[in-house]
């Protein structure tokens, strides 16, 4: 039986998780949180941070992989892709292009040279250089860490009071992840898309295409808490949305494996605002399988398996006329008693429900992505009724914190 190293037990890597041991594969785990929604489904645990390249090289130095992968985590991501160009293991990015596909300043610069539409936007070290951005462009505003993820530290701006803490938070995220830079641009209305596809041959392929709806609000900015299928777009505006997609990942230089990009569409025109090496945090190449019938985890399992068939393998399953991934932001505190779970996974169209806090654990507050508490993955013959299971799903969890006040979702 083949070992494999998946780094990460977060909700991000649950259902890679769920496809390895499917394929018959010894999965061991890596993560600093032995509690994580994953870590119990692995055949071993190993107690090492996702972002410790040396510790993890360490790790598949002293025990023998066959294999190593991850999915879903910009952290993880770039760990994996230094701990398998070490190793001398497949994975499907290497170093630079997972560098040049995380850094939003190198990002915006690859995406410009390749003339993909991109908001306008500064490269900023100060917040004078910052409010000189915002003197030429104008309010509203988008400050993001140069180096980030999962939405943390990105805040819209209204005047130059918000611009001035946005960027000092920004900074401390970015500074924290190696890079003391910031990343303001332009504010653009439109909605929200993610492309959900595969380099193949050097080009997209998209298999999905969802609308991303997000936490309202302006700090934290951002947070997605529906991924839904279909995308709502018309047959020429979703062309156009993956058009902006692929030509993202080729000026980037991103020539094989999973493909994450995020794009806006609005009066002013259609913006690529992400291209990310890796599947959708946020359990989307579920909604894909569901969508297209095509299973992307296996095919992440087949680059790190050097397994050429399981790579390229087409549809696996039906598609469905509608599909969604739809979160449950919960109120903070301690846990103290989940119920509903069993019940909501066993509604009609339901294909997954969890909560990722256990009890005896705490509901953060919604600064990020990775604070999200629980989560439905439904189907439907359309996006109306995929979104009503998924929501009949959520309301039947409930998560008491300490202060007795269930869950909400959004």
Known sequence: MKRLLVVGCGFPQLSLVRAARRLGLHVVGADMNPRAIAAGLCDEFREVSTGDVEGLSALVARERFDALTTTGSEVALRAVADVAARA???????????????????????????????????????????????????????????????????????????????????????????????????????????????????????????ERITVPGRRPLGIMVAEVYPSGLSAADEARVVDEARRGAAAL??????????????????????????????????????????????????????????????????????????????????????????????????????VFVPVGGRVLPLTDSAKRAAYALAHGAARAEAAARADAALSTIVIDTSEGIPAEAT
């Not at 104008?138 to 530290?153: D, N």
């Not at 401390?172 to 929200?192: D, F, I, N, Q």
């Not at 025109?269 to 569901?290: H, I």
Request: proline share 5%; aromatic share 8%.
């Open 253 to 354: 230089g991103h020539t094989r494996g999973p493909c994450y990009s995020q794009v806006a569409l609005g009066e002013r025109g259609c913006f690529l605002f992400e291209t990310a090496a890796r599947l959708g945090g946020g359990f989307d190449a579920d909604v894909t399988r569901l969508a297209s019938g095509v299973d992307l985890y296996d095919r992440v399992l087949g680059v790190a398996l050097g397994d050429r068939d399981l790579e390229r393998q087409g549809a696996v399953a039906g598609a469905h006329g509608g599909a969604i991934a739809k979160f449950l932001v919960a109120r903070p505190g301690p846990v103290r008693a989940v119920r509903g779970l069993d019940e909501a996974g066993a509604l009609a169209g339901v294909d997954d429900a969890q």
């Open 88 to 210: 001398g293991l497949p994975f499907h990015a290497d170093p630079d292009t997972v560098r040049r596909c995380q850094d939003k300043d190198a990002m915006r610069a690859a995406y410009a040279a390749g003339g993909v539409a991109v908001p306008p936007f500064a490269r900023c070290t100060s917040p004078g250089e910052a409010r000189a951005f915002a003197s030429r462009a104008g309010f509203p505003l988008v400050v993001k860490p140069s180096r980030g993820w999962g939405q943390r530290g990105v805040a819209r701006g209204e005047d130059d009071a918000e611009l001035g803490v946005a960027f000092e938070e920004a900074r401390a995220h970015s500074a924290a992840a190696g890079l003391p830079l910031v990343v303001v641009e332009a504010w653009l209305e439109g909605r929200e898309y993610s492309v959900n596809g595969w380099i193949e041959d050097g080009r997209l392929a998209s298999y999905c295409v969802t």
